[in-house]
């Protein structure tokens, strides 16, 4: 066997261990799809819990780790943490045939992971506002047909309708647009961030035909950290996020509400939204 091979088989089940998850199709695709493809050309800098190191040229393999790896330096973009991603995708729990859009392409591997989970008759509308990332990411992606990669901001709209919205930069709400693409079954993650300090990767689902788009099931998956996502951002939103964080209890959070008056089970409101410390389906 390859070594590549070898190593990118422990790489994904060493992501899928640190995402707490098992799913043998998830582990398939960290397995399956080069993430050297996806980062430009070598050598690479990474940043690991020891700090930034360099990976040669010559050893792609270096990048099979639960590592950063920069993607712009200078403007602080980077491959994200795969184990992160993969909790994400975990909790998304993507089926071949669905529909997604990704705000945030950048060079296309989570693109190519995504991709390699909801097949060929599935569909990926990739964004990425970064033009030379964008065009980056339409190269390395050109052998997965189901995916179209568009040069601009997926935080402007429109967008198609999808069962899954991936955003993979910081905002301080989840944009009307994000949740009015969600399908009667969608699914949403976003990374509500402040402007300084932890965040939280918010987790959002649609609750099936029938039931209000108003009222989802949420909770946040992990803290987090992410660059700003031009287009979803305001003083005023990352002020409220910083004081919510900071009064802690983001564990406790259950449910979004869209249109209607915040109760005394808001743990953030925004302007038209706020999240709820009670379940979706429990009485005021």
């Known amino acids: 066997m390859d070594v590549s091979i070898r190593q990118r088989a422990a790489y994904a089940r060493h992501v899928a261990f640190r995402a707490g998850t098992h799913d043998p199709a998830l582990i398939r695709a960290f397995a399956t799809v080069k993430r050297e493809d996806f980062c430009g050309p070598g050598p690479w800098v990474v940043m690991s819990e020891a700090g930034p190191e360099t990976v040669p040229a010559d050893d792609p393999g270096g990048l099979s780790r ?10 602080g973009i980077n491959n994200g943490e795969p184990g992160l991603h993969a909790m994400a995708l975990a909790a998304a729990a993507l089926r071949p045939g669905e529909r997604v859009v990704q705000v945030g392409a950048g060079g296309g591997y989570y693109t190519a992971i995504i991709a390699e989970l909801v097949g060929p008759a599935g569909r990926v509308d990739a964004y990425e ?41 910081g905002a301080t709400e989840p944009l009307p647009l994000w ?34 788009a108003a009222l989802l099931d949420a909770g946040f998956l992990s803290r987090t950290l992410f660059v700003p996502c031009l287009g979803a951002r305001t003083p005023a939103g990352a002020a409220r996020l910083a004081a919510a964080f900071a009064g802690g209890r983001m564990e406790a959070v259950r449910s979004l509400h869209r249109g209607t008056e915040p109760d005394g089970s808001a743990w953030v409101a925004g302007e038209g939204w706020w999240l709820s410390v009670r379940e979706a389906d429990a009485p005021a």
Do not use: K, M
Request: charged share 15%; glycine share 12%; proline share 9%.
């Open 66 to 75: 639960d590592v950063l790896v920069a993607l712009l330096p200078g403007e």
């Open 179 to 212: 949740l009015d693409a969600l399908s009667d079954t969608g699914r949403l993650i976003v990374p509500l961030t402040p402007d300084r300090g932890w965040g939280g990767l918010l987790f959002a689902r649609r609750r099936g035909p029938g039931h209000s």
């Open 129 to 169: 506002v970064q033009p030379e990332l964008a065009a980056r990411a339409a190269a390395a992606l050109r052998g997965y047909p189901q995916v179209a990669v568009h040069a601009g901001s997926g935080a402007a709209g429109p967008l198609p309708q999808a069962d899954f919205v991936s955003v993979n930069a």
